[in-house]
């Protein structure tokens, strides 16, 4: 099953290692969900990383590795390959920063992985929790 990875699904992977952590490992072995995500996150998680390392209480070593196998498990989709369903996503994302996510969404026909309520709020793309993602284990 393909799934578009919202940008809070991994900050709170770094952040708290629970349950959404235990999923990406789980998947690692299992092999139920591929995941997917617009480039930038990469990016802004990068942009990010001396904030996260404050705030995970991690060392900068440890986060690497943990930062080091998310990106192994997500693939990461530049926007040129998703662009032309950037306009369709602007109307119907419940919040313009989501719309990337949309986007790629729509382009692949898939459900998004994220705990923001919001985005719920729309009834052309599923939008699952992680607590509907565990369920699907």
Do not use: G
Not at 14 to 27: E, G, P, R, V, Y
Not at 28 to 55: G, Y
Not at 70 to 86: A, G, H, L, S, V
């Amino acid at each position: 099953m393909l799934l578009v990875i919202d940008a809070n699904i991994v900050f709170s992977t770094l952040l708290s290692k629970a349950k959404t952590f235990d999923i990406f490992l789980a998947n690692k072995f299992v092999k139920k969900f591929e995941f997917i995500a617009p480039e930038f996150l990469f990016i802004e998680i990068n942009k990010h990383f001396d904030e996260l390392v404050k705030r995970t209480k991690l060392s900068s070593d440890e986060l690497s590795k943990l930062l080091k196998f998310i990106r192994q498990e997500i693939d990461f989709i530049p926007f040129d390959e998703f662009k032309e369903f950037d306009n369709e996503a602007q109307k119907i994302s419940p919040d313009p920063k989501d719309v990337p996510y949309f986007a790629l969404a729509l382009k692949f026909s898939c459900s998004i992985w994220s705990n923001d309520k919001l985005l719920k709020k729309q009834n052309r793309v599923k939008v699952l929790s992680t607590s509907e993602i565990a369920k699907l284990f």
